[in-house]
C-alpha cells in the first residue's frame, strides 16, 4: 500500500466514528433516584468520610486502585522529537488503549504543557492521588532522569517512565532470546548502542545486570568516551576510556541497537559486523535501517524493529501495561530492578512456549521460536498472566509491596479471567 494510502487510513482511524480512540465508561447503575441518591449527593458524601478517615479506603470506593495515568510533555514522541505537549495526545491515548486492551488497567492520558522539570513535577504530585500508578511517556533525556527520580521519591504509587524502563524490560528479554537463538554468550557480547537518550541510557543499565560488559554508545555527536567535555553524568556512565574510529566501533559487533532516529548508522557498518548479528532497529515510526535493506546485506542476521508491521516486533507494549498491571496489584511503592528483570524474564520464557493458534491467524504466519520469533505477541493473552505474575511476585520478595497471603495461583487464575 502507498504511503499516501496508509496515512490516510490513520487519519481516518482516528477521526471516525468518533474523534479519538478512547472513552469513559460507568460501572455502576445509574437509572433511578435511588441510584442517583447513591452515585452522587447525599450517598456519595459517605465513601468521602471514609477515605478521609482512613486514605487506603480510595482503593475500596473509587477507581484509584485500576487507573493509571499515561503523562508527557511532548519532547520525544516517538522519534519525532519534540512536537509539544497537544501533539503528543494521540500517542498517549493510544497508551491508554494498549493499558486497557493488553492488562484491563484503565488509564487517562494527561498532556502537560511545560518543559520545566520543576513545574512539570508539581503538576504531576498535585494530580497523584487520583490514580494507583504514574506511567510517563515521551519525555526527553536528560530531563526525564530527574523528572523519574523526583516523582519516584515523592509518590507512593508506581511511578515508571515507559521509554526507559518498559524499553529496557522488553529489548533486553529480546536480547536473551536473540543470543540463545544465535548461539551467543551474554557476557562476551560486543554490543553498540546508537543513541543515548531515555531509552539508550536505560536499555544500557539493565544490559549490564543482566551480564552484558562490552557496549559502546554513541550520541549525534559519536562515541561517548571520557575524552569528551561535552557528556551529562549518565552518558558518562557509559563512556569508553578511549576513542575509537567509526569503523572500530562496528567492527566485529554482535548487537546494535538502534534507539535513535532514522539514518544514523548505516548498511556500511551492518556489513562490518560479526557472524549471526542481532540488529535491532527500535527508532519509531521509522527505524533507523528498514529491514529489508538490513536482511538483504545481512541474510544471517535477527532483525527486529518497534513496529507492528514486521516480523519480532520490540517495543514497550509488550512491557508497561503487565508491569504496572503487577505492580499495581499488590500495591507497590515503585518499581525497582528485581521487578524489571522478572518482567524481561518471564517475557524470554513465553517466547519459547508453544504459540496459541489465534496467534497464528492474527499474524497470518506460523509463529515459532526463532530467527524470527524471538519475543511474543502483542496479542498474546498470556502476557498479562505470566508477566504481571512474575513482577507481582518480584515485588512482595523484593520488599516493594509489603501485601501479606498472596496465592501466586490464584493470582494467575484472576489476570487470566480479566482479559479476555
Ligand atoms: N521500540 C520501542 O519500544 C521504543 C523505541 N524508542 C525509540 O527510541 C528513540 C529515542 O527515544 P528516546 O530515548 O525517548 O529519545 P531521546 O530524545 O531521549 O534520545 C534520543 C537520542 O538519539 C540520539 N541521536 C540523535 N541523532 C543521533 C545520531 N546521528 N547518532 C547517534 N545518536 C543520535 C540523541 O543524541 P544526543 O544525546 O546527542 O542528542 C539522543 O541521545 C525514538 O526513535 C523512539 O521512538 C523509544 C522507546 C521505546
Ligand atoms: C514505543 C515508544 O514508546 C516510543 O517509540 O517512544
Ligand atoms: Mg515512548
Not at 246 to 264: C, K, M, Q, W, Y
Not at 304 to 317: E, I, K, L
Not at 347 to 371: D, S
Amino acid at each position: 500500500m502507498s504511503k499516501k494510502k496508509i496515512d490516510k487510513e490513520a487519519l481516518d482511524y482516528h477521526q471516525f466514528p468518533q474523534p479519538g480512540k478512547i472513552s469513559v465508561e460507568v460501572t455502576k447503575a445509574v437509572e433511578t433516584q435511588k441510584d442517583l441518591s447513591l452515585a452522587y449527593t447525599p450517598g456519595v458524601a459517605v465513601p468521602c468520610l471514609e477515605i478521609e478517615k482512613d486514605p487506603a479506603n480510595a482503593y475500596k470506593y473509587t477507581a484509584k486502585s485500576n487507573l493509571v495515568a499515561v503523562i508527557s510533555n511532548g519532547t520525544a514522541v516517538l522519534g519525532l522529537g519534540d512536537i509539544g505537549a497537544l501533539a503528543s495526545k494521540p500517542v498517549m491515548e493510544g497508551k491508554g488503549v494498549l493499558f486497557k486492551k493488553f492488562s484491563g488497567l484503565d488509564a487517562y492520558d494527561i498532556e502537560v504543557d511545560t518543559k520545566s522539570i520543576d513545574r512539570f513535577c508539581s503538576v504531576v504530585s498535585a494530580i497523584a492521588p487520583t490514580f494507583g500508578g504514574i506511567n510517563l511517556e515521551d519525555i526527553k533525556a536528560p530531563e526525564c532522569f530527574e523528572i523519574e527520580r523526583r516523582l519516584v521519591d515523592e509518590l507512593d504509587i508506581p511511578v515508571m517512565h515507559d521509554d526507559q524502563h518498559g524499553t529496557a524490560v522488553i529489548s533486553t528479554a529480546a536480547i536473551l532470546n536473540a543470543c540463545e537463538i544465535a548461539n551467543k554468550d551474554i557476557e562476551k557480547l560486543k554490543i553498540v548502542v546508537v543513541g543515548a537518550g531515555a531509552a539508550a541510557i536505560s536499555c544500557a543499565r539493565l544490559y549490564r545486570e543482566v551480564g552484558v560488559q562490552n557496549i559502546l554508545m554513541l550520541d549525534s555527536k559519536g562515541l561517548i568516551h571520557q575524552g569528551r567535555s561535552d557528556l551529562n553524568d549518565f552518558k558518562r556512565e557509559f563512556a569508553t576510556h578511549d576513542y575509537m574510529t567509526h569503523d572500530e566501533i562496528f567492527t566485529n559487533a554482535d548487537v546494535i541497537v538502534g534507539l535513535s532516529r532514522p539514518g544514523t548508522f548505516h548498511i556500511e557498518d551492518v556489513k562490518k559486523m560479526c557472524n549471526n548479528p542481532i540488529i535491532f532497529t527500535l527508532a519509531n515510526p521509522t527505524p533507523e535501517i528498514f529491514p529489508e535493506e538490513t536482511r538483504a546485506a545481512r541474510p544471517d542476521a535477527i532483525v527486529a524493529t518497534g513496529r507492528s508491521d514486521y516480523p519480532n516486533q520490540v517495543n514497550n507494549v509488550l512491557g508497561f501495561p503487565f508491569i504496572f498491571r503487577g505492580a499495581m496489584d499488590v500495591r507497590a511503592k515503585e518499581i525497582n530492578t528485581q521487578m524489571k528483570l522478572a518482567a524481561s524474564k518471564a517475557l524470554a520464557e513465553l517466547a519459547k512456549k508453544e504459540v496459541p493458534e489465534y496467534l497464528h491467524n492474527i499474524h497470518g504466519r506460523e509463529l515459532q521460536y526463532g530467527k524470527e520469533y524471538i519475543i511474543p505477541s502483542p496479542f498474546d493473552k498470556r502476557l498479562v498472566v505470566e508477566i504481571s505474575a512474575a513482577v507481582a511476585l518480584a515485588a512482595i520478595e523484593s520488599g516493594a509491596s509489603d501485601m501479606k497471603n498472596f496465592d501466586l495461583d490464584e493470582y494467575k487464575k484472576e489476570l487470566a479471567s480479566r482479559v479476555k
